[in-house]
Each structure stands twice: as C-alpha cells, then as structure tokens.
C-alpha cells in the first residue's frame, strides 16, 4: 500500500475548503427575540414596554409645560426690557451735567454782544465741578437692576428650553425596552439631582422683582420731577406690593387658595 504525504492532503483539502460554496446564513432572529437571548421573559418585556410608555407620556407632557412657561417669559421679558430701556435713556440723563445752563448764559453774552448793550457786570460761565444727587443715583441703581434681571430670566428661559430638547432627545433613543428605560431613569436621577424644577420655578421669581425694581424706580423718577405725580405712582406701587404679598401668602394660610405665584 502506498502512503500519501501529508503535504498533498493538507493541500488538497484547503483546495476543497475553498471552492466549496460558503455555507448559508442563519435566519435572522423572529421579532421579540432578543429579549429570550438576553435572559428577559415575555413578561419583563411588558412591563418595560409600560415604563417605556408611560415615562415617554410624562416626559413629553413635562417638557412641554416647560416650554409654554418659558415661551410665555421670553415675550413678557422682550417687551418689558424694551419699556424699561426707553426710561434709562431719561434717567441716565440725570447722571451727566446738563449743559443748558450754560448754553443759556453764553447766549445771553451773545445777544447783548450784538445788540450793543453794555454789559455792567459779566455774566459768569458756570464751571463748577458736576456731581449727581443722590436720588438720581439710586433710581439709576434701580433701573439697571431691573433690565440686568429681566435680560437674565431671558437667557435662563433661553437655556431651558435648550436642555429640555436635549433631555427629550436622549431620554427617548431608539434602542430595546429596558435599555431605554435604563438611560430614561438616569437622566431623570440628574433633573432630580440637579433640581431642574426649582430653576424653572425660580425664573418667574427673578421676573417680578425686576417689575418692582421697575415700579419703585418710576415712582421715584416721577417724584423727582413733580411731587403730587411722584406720591400718586408711590401709592400705586405700595397697593400692588401689598396685593402681591397678600396673594403669595395666602396659599399658605389657605391650602386650596389657586393663588399660586
């Protein structure tokens, strides 16, 4: 009998290996299966699919009653911060020497210059060095107070709504069911965390003391240019003070007050 080296039938078989036809791909994997190789019943698929559902309902829901509060402060801040940019224009006039005074007495020299009269005694050009009141200074105070506040609820309402989107978009990738969930319950530890909902809530708050920085500015401005105005506009924003702090009280004196502020 004649032996065969061991070369040629190594050989001869990667030649048969390689022309013969690759073998078929397996089926893929029917709907649902993945949960069976990841060790998941029926059953906890349910139960994800549910949290799936239902944390998607409430996510949804929550983000857009972010966005409506927020949309709601952007346009009162836009507006507000246009009415209150007109008054710093006129009240920042009170922080500079007016001029008038002495355009006036030079004027006058002029007139009697051209005219011919003898002037007795020179009038004297005021040169005294400039220094705002008191008054001018804090209602200035005020006023850029309430426009730095207002632009910040602004841009707080701007950044909200950002972070809402991204929260919106991770939270609801498309992956598996309990997957989703995982990544859904760990964004949501972070907004708990990180107290999203108390940032949200505090927006309005920053808003209101800028419209009382405002009305107590104005009532001052209008006091310093006539006294009876000035005292009429300080009556008004001491009755709209008091309802507000009656109004903010009251839900903790009376629990199913709906005055919520």
Known sequence: MTS???????????????????????P??????????AGYTPT??????????????HDTALTETWK?????MLI????????????????????????????????????????GTPQTTPVPVPTQKFKASATAIRINILMFLSLFLSLTCALMSTLIQQWAREYLQYSQLSAPPHKRGRVRAYLF??????????????IPVLLHISVFLFFFALSEFLHSVNGTVGLAARYCFIVLLAAYLALS?????????????
Not at 49 to 57: G, R
Not at 84 to 96: D, G, H, R
Not at 249 to 261: A, G, N
């Open 76 to 115: 009162f801040t836009g507006l507000f911060s246009a009415v209150v940019s007109a008054f710093i224009i006129e009240t920042y006039k009170t922080l500079q020497p007016d001029s008038s005074d002495a355009t006036v007495v030079l004027l006058t020299q002029l007139v009697q210059q051209s005219s």
């Open 44 to 57: 906890s698929v349910k139960i994800w699919k549910l949290y799936e559902s239902t944390a998607d309902k």
């Open 249 to 261: 009280i009251l839900p903790l004196v009376v629990s199913s007050s709906p005055y919520q502020t």
């Open 4 to 26: 065969i080296p061991v070369a040629k039938v190594r050989s001869e078989s990667v030649i048969v290996d390689f022309l013969s036809p690759p073998p078929s791909p397996s």
């Open 28 to 37: 893929p994997p029917p709907p649902g299966a993945w949960h069976i190789e």
């Open 68 to 72: 409506g509060e927020t949309d709601a």
């Open 189 to 202: 530890e972070g907004l708990t965390k990180f107290q999203m909902r108390r940032m949200v809530e505090g």
